[in-house]
């Protein structure tokens, strides 16, 4: 079983950068598509980016297209999400997970909070 930890979150002004990473165990990391999700309070979970297992297919919602960028290093059994230009309505508890389509299917780890201050 691949077990997940997310790392990297933090307090950060409006329109400032975080970088965050998703350390997972298991040799079969790198055959799955993985996707990053977020948690604001109130609200479902939702997928924000997503990534093929070869790393070369990516996806965005709409909502952080052009500011968020998903990447993987299969060798280092990593995924990560460089966001940029944050706004306040990114404040969210930030899981990784395996997915197959856009459904996730792994158990989830303890997340990250990003917190953007206005």
């Known amino acids: 079983q691949v077990q997940l930890v997310e790392s990297g979150g933090g307090l950060v002004q409006a329109g400032g950068s975080l970088r965050l990473s998703c350390a997972a165990s298991?040799?079969?990391?790198?055959?799955?598509?993985m996707g990053w999700f977020r948690q604001a309070p109130g609200k479902e979970r939702e997928l924000n980016a997503a990534?093929?297992?070869?790393?070369?297919?990516?996806y965005y919602a709409d909502s952080v297209k052009g500011r968020f960028t998903i990447s993987r290093d299969n060798a280092k059994n990593t995924v990560y999400l460089q966001m940029n230009s944050l706004k306040p309505e990114d404040t969210a508890v930030y899981y990784c997970?395996?997915?197959?389509?856009?459904?996730?299917?792994?158990?989830w780890g303890q997340g990250t909070q990003v917190t953007v201050s206005s």
């Open positions: 997970n395996m997915i197959q389509g856009e459904r996730p299917f792994g158990s």
């Open positions: 298991g040799r079969t990391f790198s055959s799955y598509a």
């Open positions: 990534i093929s297992w070869s790393g070369g297919s990516t």
